[in-house]
């Protein structure tokens, strides 16, 4: 009997807009996607300077000792920390300074226990800036990403071994909300990225679109054979930064063709802003990542909850989620949604089930929503 495929690569890219996790949170995280199967963890996290904005400049001491203990319990967790710099925004590609800049920060990661980094290019505009790399790369911003890349690679110190590096293309998606953000791409962005990056490098993806309803076999297939590189897809499930920051995303993972893995390298889901309740949709994930073949959404989130907060919890949960869901479509949030009577009754004792755990972080990041439930509620009473 063949084993069922798994991904290789399966965990979390914290790389959303909006405050960073905290080390608390992020090491539990780990001990509970550990239990799950999750092996990799991506720290992108748009928001922290050293990160982006400020991506030349070391650590703080301070910042750097929590930094050097994350890594040292994903190591204890079986996880690799793979980190991500994020040095595009303004960066002059023919400049030779900010590859040894990257270098050498990339030194200290790689003392410290990583091996494996991430040049991430998203979320730029999609030409390039300088007239010096305009004419040095064609004017393929492409080209120019790719050899950056393999700048780097060749750069890296003799003595570095089994070092892994990705890359997340500026072209990341077929969505067209790229282009409308960022300006039009250049035509075969991908071959022509594929032309300069070295052929060890994994390419980062998040499917049909930035945030993907569905992602199928034959999607991916046809990516892969554009970049012509292991693929990795990072998945924007469940995370609610930016444009969906009043959503919340309590539901399971669904619409993931079960045959990714023949065609994936890596698999990983970018959390919701919300630290204690990214557990329970993360749950889900974990589940398909580990063996899409035998992943079941409905049960996965119902043991989810039921682990979680026991099964006497679980109807409630169903409630929130409902709420959240209808909430999530409903767009004049100045028009509260209209609930029937047995809808209303179930949403009260969803309300006064949380009101008793009020002191739960949890119940704190749901105040928004549960809030707009109270406001709907009042608008439907008599």
Request: with cysteine.
């Amino acid at each position: 009997m063949n084993t069922p495929l798994s991904f290789r690569r399966r965990g979390i890219v914290e790389g959303f807009f909006g405050s960073p996790w905290s080390m608390r949170q992020r090491a539990a995280m780990f001990e509970f996607g550990a239990a799950r199967g999750m092996n990799t963890y991506l720290y992108a996290p748009k928001d922290d300077p050293y990160h982006r904005e400020k991506w030349r400049l070391p650590y703080p001491s301070e910042r750097w000792k929590e930094m050097a203990r994350l890594i040292r319990l994903a190591e204890r967790c079986r996880i690799d920390f793979v980190y991500g710099f994020h040095p595009g925004k303004g960066l002059l590609f023919t400049d030779d300074k900010p590859l040894r800049t990257l270098i050498a920060k990339a030194s200290r990661f790689f003392d410290a226990g990583v091996r494996t980094f991430a040049v991430l290019f998203d979320d730029i505009p999609s030409r390039l800036t300088y007239a010096k790399d305009r004419s040095r790369f064609d004017g393929s911003l492409a080209r120019a990403e790719g050899q950056w890349v393999a700048e780097i690679v060749s750069r890296q110190p003799s003595a570095w071994r089994n070092v892994e590096w990705w890359i997340c293309p500026s072209y990341y998606s077929e969505d067209p909300l790229l282009a409308r953000v960022f300006g039009r791409f250049e035509h075969d962005f991908l071959e022509k990225l594929s032309g300069t990056l070295p052929p060890s490098v994994a390419c980062m993806w998040t499917g049909p679109k930035i945030v993907s309803k569905t992602i199928g076999l034959a999607h991916v297939r046809r990516v892969a054979e554009r970049i012509d590189r292991r693929l990795i897809l990072w998945d924007n499930y469940p995370v609610n930064d930016l444009s969906m920051s009043a959503e919340m995303h309590l539901g399971p993972l669904t619409g993931r063709d079960a045959r990714l893995p023949e065609a994936v390298y890596g698999y990983l889901n970018n959390p919701l802003l919300q630290e204690s309740l990214s557990f329970i949709p993360l749950a889900t994930c974990f589940d398909y990542a580990a063996c899409p073949a035998r992943y079941n959404p409905e049960p996965s989130w119902r043991r989810a909850i039921t682990e979680r907060f026991g099964a006497d919890a679980l109807r409630h949960w169903r409630v929130i989620r409902k709420f959240c869901e209808l909430d999530g479509h409903n767009k004049n949030r100045d028009i509260p949604l209209r609930l029937d009577m047995s809808e209303a009754r179930a949403f009260c004792a969803a309300l006064d089930y949380f009101q008793k755990r009020r002191r739960s972080a949890w119940v704190r990041e749901l105040e928004p929503w549960t809030k707009r439930l109270q406001k709907t509620l009042a608008a439907d009473m008599p």
